[in-house]
Structures are given as structure tokens and as C-alpha cells.
């Protein structure tokens, strides 16, 4: 588990910063101006898949940076097809070494689309 904490720290946050800078803003605004009814199932699930489109998309950047450095992706070491996945040492999970700029610029990430939502109810709200 600690040789795949790294690669998992950056994914939890690069997607939750997604989630968080897109997904805030846009409940606060349905909840203010549109209230509950029986679509707002319907809307909130409409803001949850453009949110993880948003986080989608900033994973996209890291696993595309880890797959050309020859490391495997999640759905590889799921399904065994990674390199010889019968042995734990053998999986392709980038070291802490290695990752230790993903893992700051995915923090960094984190806060910034924690800000961005803040920001977001602020303008939903009206609040300057």
C-alpha cells in the first residue's frame, strides 16, 4: 500500500479539485435560485458529471505523464495485465522519489480549486 500512496495521493487530489472547483459553485447557485423540486436529482447529478469531467480532465495530465515514463495506469494493475502482476515488485508504481513534484503540485491543485469554489459561491451568492 505505501508504494502505491503516492500515485494515489495525486489522483484523490487532482480529482477532488476538479470536483470542488466546479461542483461548489454550481449546487450553491441550484440551491439559491432554483430550490427543490423533484429535478433536482436530475440537476445535481447534471453538476456532479461537469465536475468530474473537470477532475477528469486534470488527471488526464498526470496518467499522461506516468504512461510516458512507462508506468502502468489504475485499470492495468486492477486487471493483471501489468508488468508480471504477480509479483508485488514488479508493479509500476512510481517511488515517492519520483513523484514528490506531482504529489506538491497536486496539493497546490487542491487548494487552488478549493479557492475557485469559494470564489464561485461568493459570485453565486452575490457577495463581493
Known amino acids: 500500500m505505501l508504494r502505491r ?11 477532488l479539485a476538479g470536483l470542488l472547483a466546479i461542483g461548489l459553485p454550481l ?6 435560485y432554483c430550490r427543490f423540486s423533484i429535478l433536482t ?9 461537469l465536475s468530474a469531467l ?3 480532465l486534470l488527471l488526464y495530465a498526470y496518467h499522461a505523464w506516468a504512461v510516458r515514463r512507462g508506468l502502468c495506469a489504475w485499470s492495468a ?8 502482476s504477480d509479483s508485488a515488485a514488479a508493479v509500476s ?4 522519489r519520483r513523484l514528490w513534484l506531482w504529489i506538491v503540485l497536486s496539493f497546490v491543485v487542491l487548494v487552488a480549486g ?3 469554489g469559494v470564489m464561485g459561491i ?6 463581493r
Open 27 to 32: 449546487i450553491k447557485w441550484h440551491l439559491d
Open 93 to 96: 508504481s512510481p517511488p515517492w
Open 5 to 15: 500512496l503516492p500515485t494515489a495521493l495525486v489522483s484523490t487530489n487532482l480529482a
Open 114 to 116: 478549493m479557492a475557485l
Open 122 to 127: 461568493a459570485l453565486a451568492s452575490g457577495v
Open 54 to 56: 473537470a477532475g477528469g
Open 41 to 49: 436529482v436530475l440537476s445535481w447529478w447534471a453538476i456532479t458529471v
Open 77 to 84: 494493475l486492477l486487471w493483471g495485465t501489468g508488468e508480471a
